[in-house]
């Protein structure tokens, strides 16, 4: 008589999910099955699918789907930074798999060869179709994320720059692993698009640390994050802008909102500014001897 953590061990050598005729293979019937399921030890996904208990309830329902998890759903998953959008699981076929309808269904579906889990495709994989399905901006993101978090791997970013279509290479090599938040990624991919680059982190004569510089004189500043609406710290702001101001240093300041959902402005002001001071000399020697 199989005892169900028996039979959810054989579950977890097959990979966290088990079908009904492969634990008929290992012996165990489908009476051994139904007490596993009673116990709690496995859950069932769907007709004749069992799996551990605990997998996450994306996970779940892209098992249900008749799929592994897919897509951003990985990247979410993985802790990496997502853009925010939708909140879909997202689930990879195999070519010749189908999907089984069930309730709720608002599954994004995407078809390829599947790796070696059962439960979700590689981050490599992830990260390819996050490109064509959630666009270059959430791809990028979550690539920089994956980086700075060492879950990818530089033989993974080696395989990813293999794999990815050619006009979109650019990408990949763009990305750095010293990024330390989605919205520095983003505003790097989106300054870069506009030809300017962005430098984070940066230590500004007279003024300390802000946030990020533009190309050579412009300081953006991103609020609300940490409590930059009190009276005190609005004061301390004004403050540094106007010694940012005396040493030939623009400010701009947004807040992740801004840029996440309404880029354009954020865009707009931007270019207005940098237009401006296109006549004038460039600071780089400032900022290098900084
Ligand atoms: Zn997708
Ligand atoms: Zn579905």
Redesign the pocket.
Known sequence: MWHPMQVAAICETLGAVARRRELAQHGVDGRAVRRAVASGAIVRIRSGVYALPGLPAPTR?AL??GGVLACVSVARQRGLWVLPIDGL?H?ALAPHGH?HP?AD???VQHWNELGPSRTEVTLVDALLQMRGCVGEDAFFAALESALHQRILTPLGRAELRDRITESARWLVELARSDAESGLESLLRLRLHRLGLELHAQVQVPGVGRVDFVIGDRLILEVDGRDGHDDEPSRHKDRVRDAVAAAHGFDTIRFDYDLVVHEWHLVEQAILAKVARDLHLEPWSERLRSA
């Open positions: 329902t249900r789907h699981v689930v999907a069930h269904c608002t599954c």
